[in-house]
């Protein structure tokens, strides 16, 4: 990768819970040990993001588009561009699209070579996907799914990808690994299979080399029936949330983390919503940098802690944010039941920010195809 050259554009997509934002935490941190310049862009149909506070904790250079996917925010991925540039002057931008959206070569990439070509340089496009949920979806072992509409898009994320990478390496076997590959290369021909592991760092430098200065396979768009494509965003349920947690001695924030996303899970599978991501931090005001962070990103799953704080906290700013296919109303039922389960007499508990809603109808800035 050359710093001289135009800035390098770099989008990771995926659906929710694929472990995009663990991915480009390691690439951002991959090059910044090159000596270049790096920042990042992430986006979601909300405020308050889990994503951003986990990339910034780590010191990179961080702008959000919230309130729509990057084709409905064109403009605004342009603009965050623009104030990164304006600040760091990145040589790669890394950017995480909303991991409910598709159709990202038409809305994004092609016009971004079409009418910015002279100021980004586009990388392949990288889909992510969590193994266990495509085994599942794509019929080679049993397990709850999501409805047909919510599937479409799925699947339309990984007919456009010019990378399919197999995140997550390390939860499956060997024969396992390989039948999905076999899958996916058979089901998608267009991409190519890669696999990795962000949290072990396996594959990743493979996967790095094939982004770091190849140029997409191509700006052909794929068809879209948008009808379906906003009926299955429709029946995902969002829920972004903050809460204040505050006691007079110091508590661990760990085991409140870890309960609070478990009590969420109860509920949830009480209320039969089928989970596709629940990611949540515990930022203490007095640590700066120091972050706790938890995933659940099926139902049968548990929720795992990817960081954990070092010391115990008096004081600290929770970041919820819930995606699964329910009814936005039954997620908020979920999150303050869960909510009051966590507070204690030692522990006061205060709601400073929550919406839940469903995405809007998709309606790309641009949807320009080749030709």
Same mark, same amino acid.
């Given at each position: ?79 965050? &561009? ?36 002279? +100021? ?13 949920? &495509? ?43 390989? &039948? ?9 021909? +267009? $991409? ?19 982004? $770091? ?13 948008? &009808?379906?494509?906003?009926? %299955? ?19 661990? %924030? ?43 990103? +099926? ?60 995405? %809007? ?11």
């Amino acid at each position: 990768m050359n710093p001289t050259s135009a800035p390098r554009y770099i989008m990771i997509g995926g659906f929710l819970g694929a472990g995009k934002t663990t991915a480009v935490a390691w690439l951002a941190r991959r090059l910044a040990d090159q000596g270049l310049r790096v920042g990042l862009i992430t986006n979601d149909q909300g405020s308050e993001l889990v994503d951003t506070a986990m990339l910034a904790a780590r010191g990179f250079p961080v702008e959000e588009i919230s309130g729509g996917c990057f084709c409905c925010r064109f403009n605004s991925l342009l603009e965050a &561009a623009q104030k990164l540039s304006t600040t760091t002057r990145p040589d790669v931008f890394i950017a995480e699209p909303v991991g409910s959206c598709t159709d990202l070569v038409a809305t994004v990439t092609y016009p971004l070579r079409r009418i910015y070509g002279g +100021r980004f340089a586009i990388a392949p496009l990288s889909v992510l996907v969590d193994p266990a949920r &495509a085994a599942r979806i794509l019929g080679l072992e049993a397990g709850a799914k999501f409805s047909e509409k919510v599937l479409y898009i799925y699947r339309k994320q990984l007919e456009e990808a010019d990378l399919i990478v197999i995140n997550k390496s390390e939860l499956l076997d060997a024969p396992r690994l390989d &039948a999905l590959r076999a899958a996916l290369a058979w089901q998608f021909p +267009r $991409a190519e299979i890669l696999t990795v592991s962000a949290r072990t760092g396996t594959g990743l430098d493979e996967w790095f080399a094939r982004i $770091a200065d190849a140029a997409p396979r191509s700006d052909a768009a794929m068809e879209v029936d948008y &009808a379906v494509y906003a009926d %299955g965003e429709a029946l995902l349920g969002w829920l972004n949330a903050t809460v204040r947690l505050a006691a007079p001695a110091p508590f661990d %924030g760990n085991a409140v983390l870890k309960k609070f996303a478990e009590e969420m899970q109860r509920r949830l599978q009480a209320a039969g919503a089928e989970v596709a991501h629940l990611k949540m931090t515990l930022d203490p005001e007095a640590a700066v940098g120091d972050l706790a962070v938890i995933n659940l990103v +099926r139902n049968d799953y548990v929720p795992e802690s990817s960081q954990e704080l070092q010391d115990a906290l008096e004081r600290g700013r929770v970041i919820v944010n819930l995606r699964a296919e329910a009814e936005p109303e039954v997620l908020h039922a979920v999150f303050h039941g869960a909510l009051a389960a966590i507070g204690t007499a030692g522990l006061a508990v205060e709601l400073e920010h929550c919406e839940h809603f469903k995405p %809007g109808k998709p309606t790309p800035t641009h949807r320009l195809r080749s030709g």
